[in-house]
T-cell receptor, first 115, second 111 residues
Framework: NAGVMQNPRHLVRRRGQEARLRCSPMKGHSHVYWYRQLPEEGLKFMVYLQKENIIDESGMPKERFSAEFPKEGPSILRIQQVVRGDSAAYFC?????????????FGEGSWLTVV | SQQGEEDPQALSIQEGENATMNCSYKTSINNLQWYRQNSGRGLVHLILIRSNEREKHSGRLRVTLDTSKKSSSLLITASRAADTASYFCATVQGGSEKLVFGKGTKLTVNP
């Protein structure tokens, strides 16, 4: 049973370019969460999605960031016009249902470097 | 805002010693979870303790929860070099679906 799959694992972008990070949840999981980790920091919640719905995007920056989880295919975190401050590790997690009180499963992360 | 805050920020011990990490939080919680992260890797779930539990064990791990003090501790007994990693506590606030993480404790176990 494959775990949460994220790609790419490492991504280098120049300032102003776009970054697209993909997340395939575990089989049977319909809930996806994105977190960002700055160097030497803990993870910060960004967005929570179910298939075709954004449930909670309270952690998403107001501009340049967007997320989707289409009916078919992986969840995508998109960062437009990247800046150096976007350099971070982006982690996706999934759960089979509303997870309060249960465990969510994390992917290995996508490390974005903006040069 | 940060919910969990781990203490100490860094801890260095010898193999075979016990390691204790603490976590404090601010608001009421449904449960508290501990995760481990090896350098450059994702998070691995270690243990979950619910708000109505006081202590939980899993192998060499022992977690306590004191809701009156809004604090938790993670004890790793008989540490090994392979335990070297960062350890994070995370809380789920009432009515929320998001985990809120602290900044973590960086544990180094010297062989």
């Amino acid at each position: 049973n494959a775990g949460v799959m994220q790609n790419p694992r490492h991504l280098v972008r120049r300032r102003g370019q776009e970054a697209r990070l993909r997340c395939s949840p575990m089989k049977g999981h319909s809930h996806v969460y994105w977190y960002r980790q700055l160097p030497e920091e803990g993870l910060k919640f960004m967005v929570y999605l179910q298939k075709e719905n954004i449930i909670d995007e309270s952690g998403m920056p107001k501009e340049r960031f967007s997320a989707e989880f289409p009916k078919e295919g992986p969840s995508i975190l998109r960062i437009q016009q990247v800046v150096r401050g976007d350099s971070a590790a982006y982690f996706c997690a999934s759960s089979p249902q509303v997870f309060s009180g249960n465990t969510i499963y994390f992917g290995e992360g996508s490390w974005l470097t903006v040069v | 805002s940060q919910q969990g805050e781990e203490d100490p920020q860094a801890l260095s011990i010898q193999e075979g010693e016990n390691a204790t990490m603490n976590c404090s939080y601010k608001t009421s919680i449904n449960n508290l979870q501990w995760y481990r992260q090896n350098s450059g890797r994702g998070l691995v779930h270690l243990i979950l303790i619910r708000s109505n539990e006081r202590e939980k064990h899993s192998g060499r791990l022992r977690v306590t929860l004191d809701t009156s003090k809004k604090s938790s501790s993670l004890l790793i007994t008989a540490s090994r070099a392979a335990d070297t990693a960062s350890y994070f506590c995370a809380t789920v606030q009432g009515g929320s679906e998001k985990l809120v993480f602290g900044k973590g404790t960086k544990l180094t176990v010297n062989p």
